[in-house]
């Protein structure tokens, strides 16, 4: 995408000048080695249960709803820049709303994922993994179905929330943990020109009087022609 190229050479200019720190990071860089959102994982039931309540309180912080894992499927067919509407699925202003947390997950996605079709079967990968792990939760949190699911060695194989698919969706349910003080530096090269292309709507609201001076030199413009 050309707003993608846009921020990368804003972000190098900002680097070359010494306003931010050449220091590679998550999110501008590209930093995670797998955006593999499950692991599989042999445990004693004990240590099963116990995993299965700490992730799942961890994430019960950032949803309110009542079904954690349908949110958790939504958010994630959400969370690419191949599932934002382009300009000939036009419906509403708001559709082009976002802000420089928005931006980077789209940008930070689109660095692994770099093709529709790819990010498709990304997708399709990780909500399967999500129906396994919500599928595990429900089966192994019942002590007389983790009995029967419990080997000779004592031990149940799972699938469980990877370290990475935690940090994922916790960011993509409450996007302003992103911006840490050392990203928010970089939000400069957003601001630039890459906020008023990528979400208009918001950039109008915020630019009011740069946007009210564009659209006079437009209507200007008009009259002499």
Do not use: C
Not at 42 to 57: E, F
Not at 130 to 150: G, M, Q, S, Y
Not at 153 to 172: D, H, M, Q, R
Not at 200 to 212: G, I, S
């Amino acid at each position: 995408m050309a707003l993608f190229d846009e921020f990368d050479y804003e972000v190098a200019s900002l680097r070359k000048r010494g306003l931010v720190e050449s220091t590679k990071s998550r999110y501008i860089d590209k930093f995670d080695k797998s955006l593999q959102i499950s692991t599989v994982r042999s445990m004693k039931a004990d240590d099963v249960v116990r995993l299965y309540q700490r992730q799942m309180r961890f994430l019960s912080m950032f949803t309110d709803g009542s079904n954690s894992f349908q949110i958790l499927r939504d958010v994630l067919s959400n969370a690419s820049v191949y599932s934002r509407l382009d300009k000939n699925d036009f419906e509403d202003p708001k559709d082009y709303a976002g802000g420089f947390p928005s931006f980077l997950h789209d940008y930070y996605f689109h660095k692994y994922i770099p093709t529709e079709n790819e990010w498709k079967l990304y997708l399709m990968q990780q909500r399967m993994d999500i129906n396994e792990i919500e599928n595990d939760v429900f089966l192994f949190l019942n002590p007389v179905k983790l009995r029967e699911a419990v080997d000779t060695e004592g031990e149940v194989t799972i699938t469980a929330f990877s370290t990475i698919g935690l940090e994922i969706f916790a960011n993509l349910l409450q996007p302003s943990r992103t911006i840490s003080p050392y990203i928010d530096k970089f939000e400069e090269a957003f601001e630039k020109k890459v906020w008023e292309g990528y979400f208009p709507y918001t950039w109008v609201l915020v630019n009011e009087n740069d946007a009210k001076s564009r659209i006079k030199d437009w209507k200007s413009q008009a009259d002499h022609d």
